[in-house]
């Protein structure tokens, strides 16, 4: 194992997405994103899933020299950006600002981002936007891996949600996740171990609950309870694919074919600002937050996070050395 820094994960990144046809413009914002994961301790999403990254730059699935651009429009509040099939993170960027500023103006305002690439970890954009004082929501759909409650045939992708709350005297209260009950870097890791999986993880192809991690991934994952679960995806897939002019999970080939079309996904952001709708909303959220704190042993949603967080600022990163190896490969 190497312990590497910060800004070492966040140069090494770099590098390695330059060397792989990511221009600069397209390299660094994703660069700084592998290191807010690594630094989370969110691995599996950072360095861990460089190599794909890499391996998709070099196949044509992303356009490491695209130039995302805001397309022009007539509502004040709606944000529209096209990610011209680069990673999803320099479109954010280019948008969060205007989208700060609309929601600050009119109260509430919408980012779409259209023909982009996963943008990760869908938490850290959410936290930037709770950063400038506003509530963020968060929607962006993914490749098919789940079927509607019910069904066989894989409609849904993992399509994650995520919002995030400005607090007055502390870090912004965050929340991540999937629609599935895990996500397909856990169940795809079990089917490299050979190791059994629970069985409401996911179905085989008739169905079926499954406790085999290869017919899980042939078949379909499972919603995160159940039905209510696959409600939530469907919402997100028509906040981030069909509202915004996205493909459809369902047309989007699997992150784990190296090369072919870009998957051409979406997001879609919403900004509130509190201060539009009524007063005190900084001292509720604190006794809210407080009431959470202090009925032990609940925490606060991101907790684990911050901590793993403050100490990678302080001690660095472990990496393994067959990850660096595969990186510089």
Same mark, same amino acid.
């Given at each position: 194992?190497? %312990?590497?820094? *910060? ?75 096209? !990610? #011209?099939?680069?990673? &999803? ?14 929601? %600050?103006?009119?109260?509430? @305002? !919408? ?35 789940? #079927? ?18 400005? %607090?007055?005297? !502390? ?14 870097? %856990?169940?795809? &890791?079990?089917?490299?171990?050979? +190791? #059994? ?20 991934? @042939? ?14 995806? *469907? *919402? ?41 709708? &009524? ?23 991101? #907790?684990?996070?911050?901590? !793993? ?13 067959? *990850?660096? &190896?595969?990186?510089? +490969?």
């Amino acid at each position: 194992m190497a %312990r590497l820094s *910060l800004a070492a994960i966040e140069d090494l990144s770099r590098t390695a997405l330059r060397r792989a046809g990511a221009a600069a413009h397209q390299a660094d914002p994703v660069a700084r994103a592998i290191r807010r994961a690594e630094a989370d301790d969110l691995s599996a999403v950072g360095l861990g899933y460089l190599p794909v990254c890499l391996a998709h730059l070099r196949g044509g699935k992303i356009a490491g020299d695209a130039v995302p651009a805001r397309r022009e429009g007539h509502r004040l509040t709606a944000i529209r950006i096209d !990610a #011209a099939s680069g990673f &999803a993170h320099p479109s954010f960027d280019i948008g969060v600002e205007p989208l700060a500023a609309a929601a %600050r103006g009119h109260g509430i @305002a !919408a980012l779409s981002i259209v023909r982009s690439y996963s943008i990760g970890v869908l938490g850290h954009p959410v936290e930037d936007i709770a950063d400038r004082g506003l509530i963020a929501l968060a929607f962006t759909n993914s490749p098919p891996n789940m #079927a509607p409650w019910g069904g066989r045939k894989k409609l849904f992708g993992t399509n994650p949600l995520a919002f995030a709350v400005p %607090r007055a005297d !502390a870090p912004p209260l965050v929340v991540d996740q999937a629609t599935t009950a895990v996500t397909k870097v %856990r169940l795809a &890791a079990a089917a490299t171990s050979g +190791a #059994a999986i629970p069985p409401d993880w996911a179905f085989d192809v008739d169905g079926k609950p499954t406790t085999d991690p290869k017919a899980a991934l @042939a078949g379909s994952m499972a919603p995160s309870g159940a039905a209510k679960g696959a409600n939530l995806a *469907l *919402l997100v897939e028509v906040l981030a694919a069909a509202l915004t002019g996205a493909n459809l999970s369902a047309d989007i080939a699997p992150y784990a074919v190296g090369e072919g079309v870009p998957p051409g996904t979406g997001q879609f952001f919403i900004a509130i600002d509190p201060t539009a709708f &009524a007063d005190g909303f900084a001292e509720r959220i604190g006794r809210l937050a407080g009431a959470i704190i202090e009925d032990a042993p609940a925490r606060l949603p991101g #907790a684990r996070r911050l901590a !793993a967080r403050a100490h990678a600022v302080r001690a660095g990163v472990e990496v393994d050395d067959a *990850l660096l &190896a595969r990186i510089a +490969a």
